[in-house]
């Protein structure tokens, strides 16, 4: 907002006033004299017609024009002035005589389809704005006989007469008025300015000067004294301000005085903190000396611990599966778990060490919620079967199939809850549950949550829970084991994912400890759908003497439109059913009799029969398929399983690379771009089978020269590549003239929320994400095929992948191992000659990386961006290798390198690289032999 200064106001204050009240009393008295004028013309015009309308009646009733003329001519010369002629109408709007000639008669005359008014009218003349017509009518007053001998009646209008009056003078005048007015108000105006300069003159010039000697005592000037003689306020004013500038002058003095003080006080003061400073960064140096040989300490442990960790475990389930006596398979069996324990102590630690230095780097991939937790429920289920413990797990159905995450983070943790509840549950249920919080858009809101009914936490407790290195009670370490970091990693994986945890527990209750955890909703398909039309309908009877086991059963089933009648024991039933699934509690190896006699029972029922035993009884269900028709499964029951064994065998989903149908080969020239040999091996390979001729390419410039040479009707680019990157590349591939219209799909590892968006923006036309599913490279060809109509080739296609396609196997890997030998098949193909040529390749590539790894960690700066290309090329070598670990340190180590932290800082996760590296070269021997 603007602001004015004293003399603007001043000047504002006193002119305003003036100019408003001067123009008030000018409008008003102008406009009263405007008025008086205009009325006093009209007045003088009614005064000539209405006498000369009363003395021209005995002229009208005896139609003497001669004596009517005299009369109007006397009065147009008597008022000439205003007077511009005078006109007498008879009673049928005739002109009777005139006081001079007229142009335009017509003008003056009544409306002739009206009768006479009988009063005076006064009317503006359309044609001329400055004319006054006034008309006035003759009236018989008398009863007289006219001329013809006619009878007149009396105060009959015998015609009217007409003036036409001349404004001109009139307006002359008013304008004169007007002006005169003006004159005056500029006088006013004048006066006022004239006193307003007198005032301004008198105070706003020594309040100027007061400004001036305050700017100068403001800029140090403590000297200066406003001098001369004031009066009134502003010799007030003066001495106030002479008085603050010598309290500055005094204050300054001071002032300079406490400053020296204090300036000799900082100096000795610097001189200690620079004493301090030094000793500070020799104790930093010191420290990250120490924190540089913890992290070499870690890896060297984890190292040397795994391997030979890693050799137990192996041997101990190499002699497993030799014959061996019972109390030697007990031996070895506790053998295994008690390395398996120490692994994860280990991990655990490694964990926490990573978690604490804020290093621990979180994934973004798609991934299907119910496998990743069926996966955690069977990896447990073991356990808890041992303890005579039933577990569960309730999926809400609400929630989507396929998210973005970090599917391995999610298993940690609920594998770490899942752990403790059967740790410390006797009897009674392990329940899990995942239930959908929230759903905005393409964010989804997951809440998970573990239940037991083991011995309870109490509030004291609970505080104590999420610290490092302490439990709940001290003697629970004795009684139970643990390192205490299990749910402080787990409450930091849980908040590093942006989600929280918390419990409720009653002592000798159980407890429920629950996390949220927020994901992105993506349509990649991850796993195949399954036909389930032929069970809709089908009865199945189901036996479960556990409630919440049997809760989370039916829903199942029912969910498949099957129609579930529910027993908790099995009991005699006059029905027959299509299934019987006959679930078997934990600790039953003593009641075998008791077991046949159900098996028979059920059978009289079904001729379907299928057992749910524990995990643990695996030797028990091959004797029980030998003895009779019935098929097993272990619990918890997942559906996945439960649905192909309920299935026919005809309509269960092939299993094997062999039983794929042909699928014909598209006539597509089709370009493949990739910097990894081995990305672009599988690549090729997959392309060889669905299109006539593929050209693979090295780089982005050998892509660029090929389209220049020839046409491709595809192009598969990948986005990371040194020298010149996918998107320059294909940008340059739009300028050919041979490929300036050939679609460009990009091939990227990275699948995460937004990138598809990007690329697109970017002008790619598709986007395939790492590794590449078959039927999902074969769904793009067949949309970018430009030789034919895809829309209804697509669809086909589509209907054929979903009915034939090969499904995930949902049999989890050896995780002791590093090489998941399945996911390996299934990345090519499952071809078992092509993939072991991409591990051959990983392995032949590897040296080259150690190499680089201990050049980096001796010369940091000279090797960083050697280091980061080499290891980029490698985390896309185990897209395709089946060594998710591997391939997820990859990651993390590549994404630390992109954000420019030092060689320094990722020491640990290099030693482990190399550690994994190790490890994936001793589990390839057997696998390429």
């Known amino acids: 907002m603007r602001r004015y200064g004293l003399r603007a106001r001043v000047i504002t204050l006193t002119l305003a006033p003036t100019l408003i009240i001067g123009l008030m009393l000018s409008a008003f008295f102008t406009m009263n004299r405007y008025n008086d004028l205009e009325s006093q013309l009209i007045t003088s015009g009614t005064d000539i017609i209405e006498p000369l309308a009363i003395a021209s009646e005995y002229g009208m009733t005896q139609q003497s024009r001669e004596a009517v003329r005299r009369l109007i001519s006397y009065a147009h010369r008597k008022h000439s002035d205003i007077v511009r002629s005078i006109a007498v109408f008879d009673s049928h709007h005739e002109l009777f005589v005139t006081s001079n000639f007229h142009p335009n008669f017509q003008s003056l005359t009544f409306d002739k389809t009206k009768p ?71 006088f006013g105006m004048g006066l006022s300015g004239f006193f307003a300069y007198r005032l301004m003159r008198d105070v706003t010039l020594p309040i100027s000067h007061m400004v001036s000697v305050v700017d100068r005592i403001r800029r140090g000037h403590l000297d200066v004294r406003i001098e001369g003689k004031l009066h009134g306020e502003l010799d007030t004013l003066k001495s106030g301000i002479n008085a603050m500038a010598i309290s500055l002058s005094e204050y300054h003095v001071e002032m300079q005085h406490s400053i020296d003080q204090a300036t000799s006080d900082l100096r000795e003061t610097l001189e200690q903190l620079e004493i301090q400073n030094i000793e500070l960064d020799i104790a930093k140096k010191r420290a990250q000396e120490a924190a540089r040989v913890k992290s070499e300490f870690l890896a060297n442990m984890s190292h040397e611990l795994r391997t030979p960790l890693n050799g137990v475990i192996g041997f101990a389930r190499q002699m497993l599966k030799t014959e061996l006596t019972p109390n030697q398979v007990d031996y070895l069996q506790t053998i295994e778990r008690s390395a398996q324990n120490l692994l994860s102590i280990i991990n655990d630690i490694l964990d926490f060490s990573k978690l604490e230095a804020g290093k621990l780097l979180l994934e973004n991939i798609p991934f299907n919620l119910q496998d990743a937790l069926d996966e955690v429920v069977c990896l447990q289920a073991p356990s808890a079967h041992e303890k005579g413990l039933e577990i569960t797990l309730n999926v809400d159905s609400n929630i989507p199939q396929s998210m973005v995450g970090d599917p391995l983070r999610i298993q940690q943790v609920l594998t770490n809850l899942v752990g403790n509840a059967i740790k410390f549950t006797e009897r009674g249920n392990i329940d899990i549950l995942a ?100 069970l809709q309908g089908r009865s199945v009877l189901l036996i479960e003497p556990n409630m919440p086991a049997a809760a989370v059963i039916e829903q199942h089933l029912i969910g498949l439109g099957m129609d579930v009648t529910y027993q908790s024991q099995l009991a005699e039933n006059p029905e027959r059913f299509d299934f019987v699934l006959l679930n078997l509690p934990p600790n039953i190896e003593h009641e075998l009799s008791s077991i046949y006699s159900m098996i028979q029972q059920a059978l009289r029922l079904s001729p379907k029969l299928i057992l749910g035993l524990p995990s643990t009884e695996l030797a028990l269900a091959e004797t029980l398929i030998k003895l009779y028709p019935v098929q097993c499964i272990a619990k918890p029951i997942v559906r996945r399983k439960l649905i192909q064994l309920m299935l026919p065998h005809q309509a269960q989903p092939l299993l094997t690379a062999t039983s794929q149908p042909h699928k014909e080969v598209l006539p597509l020239k089709v370009m493949a771009v990739d910097d990894n040999p081995a990305n672009l091996k599988l690549i090729s390979a997959l392309l060889d ?87 999902v490279l074969h769904q793009a060809l067949v949309h970018w095929n430009p030789y034919t109509k895809h829309g209804m080739i697509e669809l086909l296609n589509l209907s054929e992948l979903q009915n034939h396609s090969a499904p995930m196997s949902t049999e989890p890997h050896d995780h002791n191992s590093s090489i998941d030998w399945p996911k390996a098949l299934k990345q090519a193909a499952n071809k078992e000659d092509l993939a072991k040529d991409m591990l051959q390749m990983l392995i032949e590539f590897l040296p080259e990386v150690e190499d680089t790894i201990e050049k980096a960690l001796t010369e940091p700066q000279q090797y960083q961006e050697s280091l980061l290309a080499l290891v980029h090329k490698l985390h896309g070598s185990c897209s395709y290798s089946g060594v998710p670990k591997l391939q997820t340190l990859c990651a993390t180590i590549e994404t630390a390198l992109r954000s420019e932290q030092e060689i320094s800082d990722i020491e640990p996760e290099l030693f482990e690289l190399q550690d994994e590296m190790q490890k994936v070269k001793h589990d390839a021997k057997p696998l390429l032999d």
């Not at 300028?735 to 219209?741: D, E, K, L």
């Open 435 to 534: 239930e959908l919080r929230s759903r905005q858009d393409k964010s989804i809101e997951v809440q998970f949550m573990v239940r037991d009914t083991g011995i309870g936490i109490s509030e004291r407790q609970q505080s104590q829970l999420f610290q490092a290195f302490s439990q709940a009670d001290a003697s629970i370490s004795r009684r139970y084991g643990g390192t205490g970091l299990g749910l402080v990693i787990t409450q930091n994986l849980v908040s590093q994912m942006g989600g929280e945890i918390s419990l409720t527990s009653r002592l000798h209750q159980g407890s429920t400890f629950w996390f949220s955890v927020t994901f992105q909703a993506t349509n990649m398909p991850l796993v195949p759908q399954i036909d389930t039309s032929y």
């Open 116 to 186: 006479i008014p009988l009063l005076s009218t006064i009317e503006a003349s359309k044609d001329n704005p400055n004319l006054l017509i006034l008309r006035s009518p003759i009236l018989a007053e008398g009863q007289f006989t006219n001329s013809r001998g006619k009878g007149v009646n009396p105060n009959q209008a015998l015609g009217y007469i007409a003036i036409e009056l001349d404004l001109s003078s009139l307006r002359l005048q008013q304008y004169q008025e007007i002006f005169a007015a003006f004159i005056v108000l500029l």
């Open 689 to 775: 089978e669905q299109v006539q001729q593929v050209v693979a390419c090295s780089s982005g410039h050998e892509a660029v020269e090929r389209a220049n040479q020839e046409k491709f009707d595809v192009i598969l680019m990948d986005i990371q590549m040194p020298h010149m990157d996918g998107v320059t590349a294909s940008q340059k591939i739009r300028q050919t003239v041979f490929n300036h219209q050939t679609p460009v799909i990009a091939v990227t590892a990275h699948a995460i929320d937004g990138e598809r968006e990007r690329l697109l923006q970017a002008g790619m036309d598709d986007y395939l994400s790492k590794p590449i599913e078959e039927h």
